[in-house]
């Protein structure tokens, strides 16, 4: 499953299509905005005004017609009903939803990939209930008051760089390779200076 | 003891700097350490990452990757060799 078609979410759905992952449900409910088209490679400028759901399952749907695309046009909130899936993509654009999403698969036991941007910068984790903590513990803040400062000039080639890196994280925790999975670690990137560090977290 | 500190993502942009090591012969507290961070890099970070006496919104310290927003704080005690890692997170998607 896959939370937000922005930025990250246009090109994990894009690359997930491709490689043929069988069934993939998606929610997102904003509608497709002329800055938008620097880095959601789903869209393109006869969009505008659409909603992104909507022109994401028809593009995805021509990639690769033989996945199965569930589209949710909706908001995850707290009564939002999960579907059962083996994983999640966290390509949400703010740390309330984010929080609202782990608390939704948490404690189902559902992993999630997550990643976010700002700036020249991004971070990648992955979430595996029992082995890790949740979201809201390995990167904790004040969600309302964070989400108020989130700097949302984004240099484009960070949101594309780091989408990839979340489905290079999901194939392996989907083929169970957990040697080289990024889970009680955080890769912090800076295109800026070319830096990949990786933080080991408890 | 030796107190590795690294700097990630706007700090080291603001700063000009990735890391650097502080020696110190007593244990100390997170506070304490900034300010010898300060100290060392001539230059004041605290304005950076505190505001209100309190670590700022969106900046996150760990202490060989544990998070001392679930310790004391800015009165966690480093005692022995470690690594800091100063690093705010990017919450764009």
């Known amino acids: 499953m896959v939370a937000g078609a922005g930025g990250l979410g246009s090109t994990v759905l894009n690359l997930l299509v491709r490689l043929g992952i069988g069934t993939i449900h998606f929610f997102e409910f904003a509608e497709i905005d002329l800055p938008d088209l620097n880095r959601q490679v789903l869209y393109n400028s006869e969009n505008i005004g659409k909603p992104k759901c909507r022109i994401a399952f028809e593009n995805l749907k021509k ?58 910068f991004g971070q990648l984790t992955v979430i595996i209930p029992g082995e890790t903590e ?18 949302k000039k ?17 194939i392996k925790y989907l083929t169970g390779d957990f040697k080289n999975l990024l889970y009680g670690k955080i890769l912090v990137i800076d295109l800026l200076s070319n830096s990949f560090d990786v933080i080991n977290i408890k | ?27 100390v507290t997170i506070m304490q350490l900034l300010k010898l961070v300060s100290q060392k890099l001539n ?44 690093f705010p997170p990017s919450g764009g998607g």
Request: glycine share 4%; net charge negative.
């Open chain 1, 63 to 120: 990639i690769n017609p033989e996945v199965e695309i569930i589209a949710h046009c909706e908001k995850i909130i707290e009564k939002t009903e999960i579907p059962e899936v083996d994983l999640v993509f966290d390509c949400l654009d703010n740390f309330t939803s984010r929080y609202i999403l782990d608390d939704l698969i948490y404690p189902k036991g559902i992993p999630m990939v997550h990643a976010g941007v700002s700036s020249y």
């Open chain 1, 134 to 151: 949740c979201l809201r513990k390995v990167i904790s803040v004040e969600a309302a008051r964070f989400d108020e400062k989130i700097n």
């Open chain 1, 154 to 170: 984004i240099f484009p080639p960070v949101v594309t760089t780091m989408a990839s890196l979340q489905v290079s994280e999901g």
């Open chain 2, 1 to 27: 003891m030796k107190i590795n500190v690294k700097l990630f993502a706007t700090l080291r942009l603001k700063l000009g700097v990735a890391g650097l090591e502080i020696e110190t012969d007593k244990p």
């Open chain 2, 43 to 86: 230059t004041d970070i605290i304005p950076e990452l505190i505001e209100d006496g309190e670590i700022k919104v969106g900046t996150i310290l760990l202490i060989n990757g544990e998070n001392i927003f679930h310790a004391d704080k800015l009165e966690t005690v480093i005692t022995k060799e470690c690594e800091v890692s100063v």
